[in-house]
T-cell receptor
Framework: TQLLEQSPQFLSIQEGENLTVYCNSS?????LQWYRQEPGEGPVLLVT?????EVKKLKRLTFQFGDARKDSSLHITAAQPGDTGLYLC??????????FGDGTTLTVKP | DTAVSQTPKYLVTQMGNDKSIKCEQN?????MYWYKQDSKKFLKIMFS???????INETVPNRFSPKSPDKAHLNLHINSLELGDSAVYFC?????????????FGPGTRLTVL
């Protein structure tokens, strides 16, 4: 079974602070997605990374895929209350299956 | 227009009953999924269909039976509901099942079994 562990599980910070969320596995993935889920809604895709070492930026969010394609990080600069939510990473294999991480709950206080 | 829709949004029922959840996607995607999200927010895949054919069937009790009448619909029927079935169930779709795995999720159905 492929497992994806996210850390930290819970993060509570003040508006304006920076943070990094990690997604680690012992398995190699063909691609990795990051999603954000808000209460009462389904996860919404933020980004997909496919190449080892790849870095993608989405406004204040920076995503990195590890060189060995086993891990990833999400860095948020100057967090805002609107960033509050559950962040999920998901690793995909060529067998058509995605394995989701156990999630990081982020709370950004104004 | 809603890309992936599920009905109902909330479902409260007694143990032992049979219930169905419906899912539709208007994205023209080939692949659809059912996930279960437990109280700890862990999202676990249950089933995946590609062009109406079952391609992933995780270790799910056979009380759960998915049905895909066409590639835009994937319904989930649950027989003899148990307390442990209480969770939020998400339907999702993706363009194809092989690469990238970018999935679009529905709003979820919160199932409560009493």
């Amino acid at each position: 079974t492929q497992l994806l562990e996210q850390s930290p599980q819970f993060l509570s910070i003040q508006e304006g602070e920076n943070l990094t969320v990690y997604c680690n596995s012992s398995s190699v993935f063909s691609s990795l997605q990051w999603y954000r889920q808000e209460p009462g809604e389904g996860p919404v895709l933020l980004v997909t990374v496919v190449t080892g070492g790849e870095v993608k930026k989405l406004k204040r969010l920076t995503f990195q895929f590890g060189d060995a394609r086993k891990d990833s990080s999400l860095h948020i600069t100057a967090a805002q209350p609107g960033d509050t939510g559950l962040y999920l990473c998901a690793g995909g294999t060529n067998a058509g299956k995605s394995t989701f991480g156990d999630g990081t709950t982020l709370t950004v206080k104004p | 227009d809603t890309a992936v829709s599920q009905t109902p949004k909330y479902l409260v029922t007694q143990m032992g009953n049979d219930k169905s959840i419906k899912c539709e996607q208007n994205l023209g995607h080939d692949t659809m999924y059912w996930y279960k999200q437990d109280s700890k927010k862990f999202l676990k895949i249950m089933f995946s269909y590609n062009n109406k054919e079952l391609i992933i069937n995780e270790t799910v009790p056979n009380r759960f039976s998915p049905k895909s009448p066409d590639k835009a619909h994937l319904n989930l029927h649950i027989n003899s509901l148990e307390l442990g079935d209480s969770a939020v169930y998400f339907c999702a779709s993706s363009q194809e099942w092989s690469v990238a795995h970018e999935q679009f999720f529905g709003p979820g159905t919160r199932l409560t079994v009493l």
